[in-house]
């Protein structure tokens, strides 16, 4: 068993197995929960770990053409940071990056009837919070909210908008560039 000190200064080849990726709504919840205390600064745990095992799974959906890209894409973009501003870790940057530039690679170019996305304007990192409802959002069947917050958002931010190849990979693009 690898402790979470350890598993921190792992290389990326060495690092612990990733967890099952979530299907249901509340191990969606679980996971987007982590995410935000890592961007919060609040984890105690392999907050590196997590954001390598994010990079795996977006990678993963990617190259499958997965329905959880999205979702993938923008817990990256909310603890991807983490790896090159509060631990810097070069070999881990990397990765992240070059999860972010197969996002780009495979979705840039996708044709969309949509006049404009929400990655037109990417948020700095202190607006954030609201990609935390996007990825509820987008974690749940249309309609399943749990009896929670019914996810309107402004017309041009509904789940298709968001969930949009273009969207996705100009999230990707600007995190890149950052």
């Not at 983490?82 to 197969?102: F, G, S």
Request: with cysteine; hydrophobic share 40%; glycine share 6%.
């Amino acid at each position: 068993m690898v402790n979470a000190d350890a598993a921190e200064h792992l290389n990326d080849d060495e690092a612990p197995p990733t967890p099952a990726t979530p299907t249901t709504p509340a191990e969606w919840d679980a996971l987007i929960a982590e995410w935000d205390e890592i961007r919060q600064g609040y984890s105690l745990g392999d907050a590196r770990g997590t954001v390598l095992a994010c990079a795996r799974n977006l990678e993963t959906s990617v190259a499958a053409d997965g329905p959880d890209t999205a979702l993938w894409t923008f817990g990256l973009v909310l603890i991807g940071p983490y790896v090159i501003h509060a631990d810097p870790d070069a070999a881990a940057e990397a990765r992240v990056l070059k999860a972010m530039a197969a996002v780009e690679r495979a979705l840039g170019q996708a044709d969309c009837a949509h006049e404009e996305h929400p990655c037109d304007e990417m948020p700095d990192d202190g607006e954030l919070d609201n990609l935390l409802d996007v990825l509820e959002m987008l974690a749940r069947p249309e309609g399943d909210t749990d009896g929670e917050s019914d996810y309107r958002f402004e017309s041009r931010t509904t789940r298709e908008v968001w969930a949009c190849p273009r969207n996705v990979a100009g999230f990707a693009r600007e995190f890149s560039q950052v």
